[in-house]
């Protein structure tokens, strides 16, 4: 008999949580219903992680979660892709986040922190929201920009930013504005890919219809789901990382011995940080044993990254946060950025900057899947 786990939204339990799925895998319900299988220990996730057998394309699903349902011009991404289709997409999203792009991103990055904090307000007597005031639109502009977004349209890109990253799955409000910011990232990145065919300047856009004109030509919708997809791969780990990250340092004791061993310790916060707890949903492209149990064909199997990190069988091993394999997450890097000029640039402008609410007070998103801050409000006393 199969064991069956309930998956939970929330995010104060989250550790404890997943640890507990570790052994053998086990069958699991989510909040809608939908019927997954939950793999857990290290070494089963990282082996998974990179193994053919389970794919990220959607027409290998029969039941159960198959993942968000998004426009046909976006629902064809690198998220829904495997082997020469995403090979192909994925070499002209690469170099952008890769390290050896690191010097233009990473100037990117400190040049629109500067100018984000330049912008907050000089008096610590007011509350304010560190993620929508900071937490979004770092990463939300260095993207933007990257992707050459005019700068007349980067209020409306942080409205949209701030919607996707904190949309509440119990709140319909939430739900429309999703479907709103969405909608207008869409039609934005189709007016962008049309314009810059005829009038190209020097951003991503522009360099993936001239590569695609040279190479292989990239259709409308590819361009315009690579476009929306580099968005949200830029986003929603960097902006939760990022919060998380703060909350739980406004709330420490050891907030300045961590903060002075910033580069030793940045890696451990990130990682209980991770406001991602499990990977990309799967599925089994052939009936597949794990363990003592058969996963058949078309199931869902979603691969816990808080239950692998946190395994003492890791042993030192690299962390899962980012995945593994030809699936890594593009954005890892300029996550890591985001978060180096965020954290402690926070702490060096406003020592003494503290939550605005009690640590229990603070409101996280109802998710299973994505578990971040809907605010993070705070009161910046300057130096």
Known sequence: MVETAVIGTSARTRWDEHAAWRGPVRRAELPGGQQVWVVAGYDEVATLLADPRLSLDKKHASDGYTGFALPPALDRNLLNMDGDEHHRIRKLAGPAFSRRSSGSLRNAVARTAAAVFAALPESGS??????????????????????????????????????????????????????????????????????KRTDPGDDLLSGWIHAGDIEETLTEDELVSLAFLMMLAGLEN??????????????????????????????????????????????????????????????????????????????????????????????????????????????????????????????????????????????????
């Not at 304010?128 to 502009?141: F, K, M, S, W, Y």
């Not at 504005?177 to 909608?183: D, E, F, N, Q, W």
């Not at 902006?239 to 580069?263: F, G, K, Q």
């Open 126 to 195: 007011e509350t304010i929201d560190l993620l929508t005031a900071v937490c979004v639109p770092i990463p939300a502009l260095v993207i933007g920009e990257l992707l050459g977004i005019p700068a007349h349209l980067h209020t409306r890109l942080r409205e949209a930013a701030t919607a996707m990253v904190t949309v509440d799955a119990a709140s319909k409000a939430s739900g429309q504005r999703l479907v709103a910011a969405i909608g207008w990232l869409t039609a934005t990145f189709a007016t962008l890919v049309e314009s």
């Open 238 to 383: 960097a902006v939760h990382m990022c919060s998380n990250i703060i909350a739980a340092l406004l709330t420490s004791d050891d907030a300045a011995a961590t903060l002075a061993a910033w580069p030793t310790s940045r890696g451990s916060l990130m990682e209980r940080a991770n406001p991602l707890p499990f990977a990309i949903r799967r599925f089994a492209v052939t009936d597949l044993i794990l363990g003592e149990h058969t996963v058949s064909a078309g199931d869902t199997v979603l691969l816990t990254l808080f239950g692998a990190d946190s395994d003492p069988a890791r042993n030192g091993r690299p962390s899962l946060m980012f995945g593994r394999g030809p699936h890594y997450c593009l954005g890892a890097h300029a996550t890591d950025l985001v978060v180096d000029a965020v954290v402690p640039q926070l702490f060096v402008r406003y020592p003494r900057v503290q939550l605005a609410v009690a640590e229990s007070a603070l409101e996280y998103r109802t998710s299973w899947r994505s578990h971040g801050l809907v605010t993070l409000p705070v009161l910046l006393t300057p130096r």
